[in-house]
């Protein structure tokens, strides 16, 4: 059995872990917060590009001269993978429920016979995939050390990807992260992104009363300017779900630890209570048998 | 002054304005155009230049973007734009980081289409650093 010391050792270094926990979970808190905000400040951008897209992309519907970003290149061959998961762990199942989606979706693209490539966003995202398809990864990026990803970095990875596509490197481009629900709840998901995938025109789209829009120059012109921002867009808005759904899962995850350390403390002071009397009691019947037997 | 045009300017990252004023005007792929209440419905692309938005009959804020497109519609006039900057708080190195950058292009540019449109870029760019 454990000595008395031992235990009170023990107790000491959960308590410190439960101050860890406890702070880490305010700290994704916080940042959830700021998360959300910044998530929702760029909802507007989205819906207007969706909605202009839409009206265009309908427009160019079945045209033989439609943009590859739209209509793709006519090949379903090559398919790149983008994977986006948070650069930091302790965050439950958040990483790994990423990667298991994207694995899962490789796995099948290699079954179908398709080639595939893979570029990863956040560290853990490529750990997780280096070991199982090292050799497919093209390239890797890490926001480690910026504090909040801004639509600079989207576009970094927008601008390779589009590099990619006009060299004719793949053919179908889908992105992997974490929709955010709610705090405690984050969806893996898989978004199309080349050829990209447009909302059906009509939806919210603006009531012009009876007039044309004039476009300057012509609709092909913008559409080819567009696309390229669109998929930057995209991209930058499955990374703010993604910092959203991180800490959240973080927050949910460091919640049970604090949890968890709690109860383990209150089972280690009820045996070290124990063990205190026990011992107590052991030399009160020492002292007493000796005092008798004089 | 009839009515009011309603104004909105979006990044990426956030709605930057939206409010109701006289006039803006905005620099169009093809050319620097005035939008008042009212106006046609129209959709352009964006060369790097200046916003003018006019209040009460005088210039009230100059914003400076690159990149993105404009939109009017009956409702008002919605301007996206990937970069934003204040003319106030655009420098002279600011502007030579902007005109390095058009730089970059005109030497990355594949074809001969391309390479026309950043060097156009680039010009108005250039214009822009004198006029300051």
């Known amino acids: 059995m454990a000595s008395l010391k031992d235990l009170r050792n023990r107790i000491a270094s959960v308590k410190a872990t439960q101050k860890i926990t406890k702070a880490m979970q305010m700290v994704a808190a916080a940042k959830l917060r700021r998360a959300q905000e910044a998530a929702e400040a760029a909802r507007p951008y989205a819906t207007r590009m969706d909605?202009?897209?839409?009206?265009?992309?309908?427009?160019?519907?079945?045209?033989?001269d439609a943009p590859k970003l739209l209509a793709g290149t006519g090949n379903d061959l090559v398919h790149l993978v983008i994977v986006a998961t948070a650069d930091r762990g302790l965050c439950g199942g958040?990483?790994?429920?990423?990667?298991?989606?994207?694995?899962?979706?490789?796995?099948?693209?290699?079954?179908?016979?398709?080639?595939?490539?893979?570029?990863t966003v956040g560290r853990k995202g490529r750990d997780a995939l280096k070991r199982l398809f090292g050799d497919k990864i093209v390239k890797s990026y890490e926001?480690?050390?910026?504090?909040?990803?801004?639509?600079?970095?989207?576009?970094?990875?927008?601008?390779?990807?589009?590099?990619?596509?006009e060299a004719g490197e793949f053919d179908v481009a889908t992105i992997f992260f974490s929709k955010f629900v709610n705090v405690v709840t984050q969806v893996p998901t898989a978004q199309q992104l080349i050829p990209a995938?447009?909302?059906?025109?009509?939806?919210g789209g603006?009531?012009?009363?009876?007039?044309v829009y004039d476009y300057e120059p012509d609709e092909a012109e913008i559409l080819k300017d567009l696309l390229p921002r669109n998929l930057a867009v995209q991209i930058f808005k499955a990374l703010l779900e993604n910092v959203a759904g991180e800490f959240g899962a973080k927050m949910s995850a460091m919640d049970?630890?604090?949890?968890?350390?709690?109860?383990?403390?209150?089972?280690?002071?009820?045996?070290?209570?124990?063990?205190?009397?026990?011992?107590?009691?052991?030399?009160?019947?020492?002292?007493?048998?000796?005092?008798?037997?004089? | 002054m009839a009515d009011k045009l309603h104004f909105d300017l979006v990044s990426p990252e956030r709605l930057l304005l939206s409010e109701n004023v006289d006039m803006v005007t905005v620099p169009g792929k093809e050319g620097d155009f005035g939008v008042l209440a009212g106006h046609s419905p129209m959709m352009t692309t964006l060369r790097p230049g200046v916003i003018n938005v006019d209040e009460a009959g005088k210039p009230q804020r100059r914003i400076f973007v690159r990149g993105g497109f404009a939109e009017v519609t009956p409702s008002g006039l919605t301007v996206l734009a990937e970069y934003t900057i204040p003319v106030e708080e655009l420098d002279q190195a600011r502007l030579d980081l902007e005109i390095g950058y058009a730089e970059e292009d005109v030497a990355d540019a594949k074809s001969d289409d391309a390479r026309l449109m950043?060097?156009?870029k680039l010009d108005h760019l250039k214009q822009m650093r004198h006029a300051l």
Do not use: W
Request: a positive charge.
């Open chain 1, 51 to 64: 909605n202009v897209l839409a009206n265009l992309a309908a427009g160019m519907a079945g045209r033989d």
């Open chain 2, 118 to 120: 950043a060097q156009e």
């Open chain 1, 94 to 119: 958040f990483n790994s429920s990423i990667s298991r989606l994207a694995r899962e979706h490789i796995y099948k693209l290699q079954r179908d016979g398709k080639t595939v490539k893979i570029v």
């Open chain 1, 206 to 211: 603006v009531d012009l009363g009876g007039a």
């Open chain 1, 197 to 203: 995938s447009v909302p059906a025109a009509g939806q």
């Open chain 1, 256 to 294: 049970n630890a604090t949890r968890n350390a709690g109860e383990m403390i209150k089972k280690l002071q009820i045996t070290y209570n124990r063990s205190r009397q026990a011992m107590i009691t052991k030399e009160l019947i020492e002292i007493i048998s000796g005092a008798e037997a004089l």
């Open chain 1, 143 to 165: 926001f480690t050390g910026i504090r909040s990803i801004g639509f600079a970095q989207a576009e970094e990875i927008a601008q390779a990807v589009l590099g990619m596509f």
